[in-house]
C-alpha cells in the first residue's frame, strides 16, 4: 500500500462484497486496479487463474499487465495438479472484453452453432456484406445501417425485436437487413465483432452447465473504464459474477462519452439496483493538472445531472492561467495556435512532444497540418492508420483466414485475386451467381457437381488448384509447426513477385519489409507461445514482459493472459483476427500530438491547446439545427469538453472563430457556452490581429518575443 492515498488504499483492500471504485481524471486508477489484483493474489489467497481484469483497448490491457507483472516480480506460484512452477503473470487474465469473448467461444463454439475453426469478420467484411444486400453504393447509408445493427446487439436486440423497435426509414431497413446478415454469418462460420460479447452472453443465459463452468472460472473480476460498458457487457459481468458478486468496478461518469457506439451511463444505476450491498468509493485527488485546471473542469461538469458528485482537487499549485483566443477563421486559428506553440515552447524550453492539440472532429485537422508542415514542425495525428489496415498485410491476413475457415467468402475473394491465380473478375462473378443459387460458399462450389455448365474446364482447373493448396495447408495447421507452414505458404503464393510487378520499385520495397516483418512477428509469436505452453515456466527478462515486441509490438499482451492462446497455426490465425481490431503500441516522438477529443481519452499532455470551442462544433451539432435540442446530448457534449479539459497538466488554451466556412459560405460563429460555464474570471484572452501574420511578420514577432525574454 505504499504511495496510496486512504481513498487508493480503501479500494484496493476492500473485497468482501461488489464495488464501485468512481475514479476521477488524474486520480490513479489503473494503479488502484493493478495494486489490487496484486493485494488479491498476495494477501488474499486468490489463485491468479482465478481473477480476470477487462478493459476497452489492447494498450490498456497491455499498460496493466506490464504494471502488475512489475508488482509480482519474482513471484513463483507451485502447481500440484502439473507439478510446476510458473509465474502468477502468465495465469492472470488481463484482457479486452472481445479478447476474453473469443476465448470463451473458442472453448464452447459447439454449443453456439460454430465450429471451433470460427472466423472473426472485421469491420470492412461486414460493411461488404451488408453492401450485397442493399444494393446501394452509398457509403453513409451502408455505414448508418451498420451502426444501427451494431447498436442492436450491443444491446441485445434480436432480428425479430428490432423489426417491432424500428422507428425510421434507416432503422426499418436495417431489421430487414439484420435478417439476413446474421443468415450469412451462421452460413460463412464467421461471428463480427459484436458477437464475440453477444454470444457468450445468450450462451451462458440457455446453457446453465456451460453458465456454471465459467462462473466458476472467475472467483474475482476487476473492470476497468467501466462507464463505457453497453448492456450486453454489463450482462456477460452479472452472469460471470453470478451469486458471488466478487468485482470491482472503476470509472467515472464525468467521463462518459461514447453513447454513440452502446455505451450506456444507466448501468452506473442498475448497478446500485441489482447490488444493494455495493460500496462505492470515490478517488478524487488528481495528480495530473494544476488547480486552475481543475477548477475549470469542476465548474463545467456540475451544470450536468450527476449520479455520484464529487470534486478534482490537486496540489500542484494554481498553475497557468488558461488562455481564451478569438480567431478570424479557421486559418487564422491555425496560425495564431502553432505560432503560439512555437513561442510558449520556446519561452519554456519545452519540447514538441510536450504538446497537443485537440479538436471535436478529423476535419479539422487539415488546416492545422498544412501550417504545421509549412513552419517545419514534426507532428503525430493519433488513430492514424493502423498496421493491420495496412493493403499488403491484409492480402496475407486473407489466406490465413480461408486456411482456417474455407467459407470465408470474403478471405476467399481477397486471397484469390491477390496475388493473382489467373482468375478473373468475371470468373468470380460468374462462381457467386453458381455459390448463391446452390446456397454454398465459393470455396464449396468449386467442387459442387455442376459448375461445369457455369465455367470452363480451364476456370475450373485454377480454381481447384488454389483450393487444393489451401486445404493441404489447412490440413497440417493443426499439427506442424507454424512457422514452417507460413513459410511454405509465402513461397506458394510469390507475394513478393506480386509487389515487385504491381508497384514503382521503393513502394514495393516499402510493402514487402512490412510483410517480412509482420511474418516475423508470426513466427516469433507462434513460437513462444509453443515453448511457454510446453515450459510453464517463470519469465527470465528480470519482470519485464517478455511479449513485447521490437517495432512494431502489435500489442499481444491484451491476449497474454489467455491460457489456450495459439500452439498452432490455426489458433494463431483466430487471435490475429482480433488484434487486427484492437490498438498497437505507439511511439513517442518528439513531436506535437494533433487528436480528437475522442482519441485523446486516458491520454495527458504538459500543453494543451484546444480548437473549435464553439457553438455547432463544442457542442456539435447540425448546420440544419439552431442548438441541440436533446438534453442528454448536451450533456455528453460537455463530459467531452471535461474530458479535453482534463487532459492538460500544467497549461491549456482555448480557441474560437468569429467566422467558419462551412459548404464553401462563411457563417458566424458564437464562443461556445462551455468557456462561459468554466467561471474563468481571470482567463486571458488576448486580441487577436484582423488577418493571419505573413512569414516575415511571424518572424518579427518571434524575434520580439526573443529580445523581451533575453
Not at 423489426?163 to 452460413?187: G, K
Not at 452472453?201 to 473492470?223: G, I, Q, S
Not at 520556446?346 to 501550417?371: C, H, K, M, P, S
Request: hydrophobic fraction near 40%; charged fraction near 25%.
Amino acid at each position: 500500500m505504499y504511495g496510496l492515498n486512504p481513498q487508493q488504499s480503501a479500494a484496493v483492500i476492500y473485497c468482501d462484497g461488489p464495488c464501485l471504485v468512481l475514479a476521477g481524471a488524474g486520480s490513479g486508477k489503473t494503479r488502484v486496479i493493478t495494486q489490487k489484483i496484486a493485494y488479491l493474489i498476495e494477501e488474499k489467497g486468490f489463485e491468479p487463474r482465478h481473477i480476470a481484469a477487462l478493459t476497452f483497448t489492447n494498450k490498456a490491457a497491455a499498460e496493466m499487465r506490464e504494471r502488475v507483472s512489475k508488482l509480482l516480480k519474482g513471484k513463483i506460484l507451485t502447481i500440484p495438479s502439473k507439478e510446476s512452477r510458473i509465474s502468477p503473470i502468465k495465469q492472470l487474465q488481463i484482457c479486452t472484453f472481445h479478447a476474453l469473448g473469443m476465448h470463451i467461444l473458442r472453448q464452447e463454439a459447439i454449443h453456439v452453432g460454430l465450429k471451433p475453426q470460427f472466423s472473426i469478420m472485421n469491420a470492412d467484411d461486414c460493411f461488404s456484406l451488408i453492401q450485397e444486400q442493399v444494393g446501394t453504393t452509398d457509403k453513409a447509408l451502408i455505414r448508418r445501417i451498420q451502426s444501427i445493427i451494431s447498436l442492436w446487439k450491443n444491446g441485445i436486440v434480436t432480428p425479430e425485436q428490432a423489426s417491432a423497435l424500428a422507428q425510421n426509414e434507416d432503422e426499418m431497413r436495417a431489421a430487414v437487413i439484420f435478417h439476413d446478415y446474421e443468415a450469412i454469418l451462421d452460413a460463412y462460420q464467421s461471428v463480427d465483432f459484436d458477437d464475440l460479447i453477444l454470444l457468450p452472453t445468450e450462451l451462458f443465459r440457455k446453457n446453465a452447465l456451460v453458465h456454471e463452468k465459467w462462473k466458476n472460472r472467475f472467483h474475482y473480476l476487476l473492470v476497468d473504464e467501466y462507464q463505457d460498458t453497453n448492456i450486453c457487457q454489463y450482462e456477460l459481468l452479472k452472469l460471470l459474477t453470478g451469486s458471488r458478486s466478487a468485482f470491482t468496478a472503476v470509472g467515472d461518469d464525468d467521463q462518459a462519452i461514447y453513447s454513440w457506439r452502446g455505451a450506456t451511463l444507466e448501468n452506473l444505476g442498475h448497478l446500485q439496483e441489482d447490488f444493494p450491498l455495493l460500496k462505492v468509493i470515490k478517488l478524487e485527488q488528481n495528480y495530473r493538472s494544476t488547480v486552475r485546471i481543475l477548477n475549470a473542469a469542476n465548474s463545467l461538469i456540475t451544470q450536468n445531472r450527476k449520479l455520484f458528485k464529487k470534486k478534482l482537487w490537486s496540489e500542484h499549485g494554481m498553475g497557468d492561467t488558461i488562455t481564451v483566443t478569438p480567431c478570424n477563421h479557421e486559418e487564422h486559428e491555425a496560425e495564431s495556435v502553432v505560432f503560439r506553440l512555437s513561442a510558449h515552447k520556446f519561452e519554456r524550453r519545452t519540447q514538441f512532444r510536450d504538446y497537443a492539440i485537440l479538436y471535436r472532429g478529423n476535419f479539422q485537422a487539415r488546416i492545422l497540418e498544412q501550417v504545421l508542415r509549412r513552419e517545419h514542425i514534426p507532428y503525430l495525428i493519433s488513430g492514424g492508420k493502423s498496421f493491420f489496415d495496412r493493403a499488403e498485410i491484409k492480402d496475407i491476413c486473407a489466406h490465413l483466414r480461408l486456411i482456417a475457415n474455407h467459407n470465408n467468402n470474403p478471405a476467399f475473394i481477397r486471397a484469390i485475386t491477390t496475388p493473382r491465380q489467373g482468375i478473373g473478375k468475371a470468373t468470380l462473378q460468374t462462381l457467386c451467381l453458381f455459390a448463391s443459387q446452390a446456397k454454398a460458399s465459393l470455396f464449396e462450389a468449386v467442387y459442387m457437381g455442376g459448375v461445369e455448365t457455369w465455367l470452363s474446364l480451364r476456370q475450373i482447373e485454377l480454381l481447384r488448384v488454389f483450393c487444393d493448396f489451401i486445404q493441404r495447408i489447412a490440413s497440417r495447421a493443426s499439427t506442424d509447426p507454424a512457422t514452417i507452414l507460413l513459410d511454405n505458404l509465402m513461397e506458394a503464393i510469390h507475394y513478393e513477385q506480386h509487389l515487385y510487378n504491381t508497384f514503382e520499385e521503393q513502394h514495393a520495397q516499402t510493402k514487402w519489409a512490412n510483410v517480412l516483418e509482420f511474418i516475423k512477428w508470426l513466427k516469433k509469436r507462434g513460437t513462444k507461445l509453443e515453448l511457454d505452453t510446453a515450459l510453464g515456466v517463470a519469465d527470465k527478462a528480470g519482470g519485464k514482459n517478455s511479449n513485447n515486441d521490437e517495432q512494431y509490438a502489435f500489442a499481444p499482451n491484451s491476449l497474454d493472459g489467455l491460457a489456450d492462446s495459439g500452439k498452432n497455426l490455426l489458433e494463431l490465425i483466430q487471435t490475429v483476427a482480433l488484434m487486427s481490431a484492437l490498438d498497437g503500441k505507439e511511439k513517442n516522438p518528439d513531436a506535437v500530438h494533433l487528436s480528437t477529443i475522442h482519441a485523446s481519452k486516458g491520454l495527458e499532455y504538459s500543453h494543451v491547446f484546444l480548437v473549435g470551442v464553439e457553438e455547432g462544433i463544442l457542442p456539435h451539432y447540425s448546420d440544419t439545427d439552431d442548438e441541440p435540442i436533446n438534453p442528454v446530448q448536451i450533456e455528453e457534449e460537455r463530459r467531452l469538453m471535461y474530458v479535453a479539459i482534463t487532459r492538460a497538466q500544467r497549461s491549456l488554451h482555448l480557441n474560437y472563430c468569429k467566422k467558419r466556412n462551412r459548404s464553401k459560405i462563411a457563417i458566424l460563429c458564437k464562443p461556445s457556452r462551455f468557456i462561459a460555464e468554466m467561471r474563468l474570471d481571470n482567463a486571458l484572452s488576448p486580441v487577436p490581429d484582423e488577418t493571419p501574420m505573413t512569414p516575415k511578420e511571424r518572424l518579427k514577432n518571434l524575434m520580439a518575443l526573443l529580445q523581451k525574454r533575453l
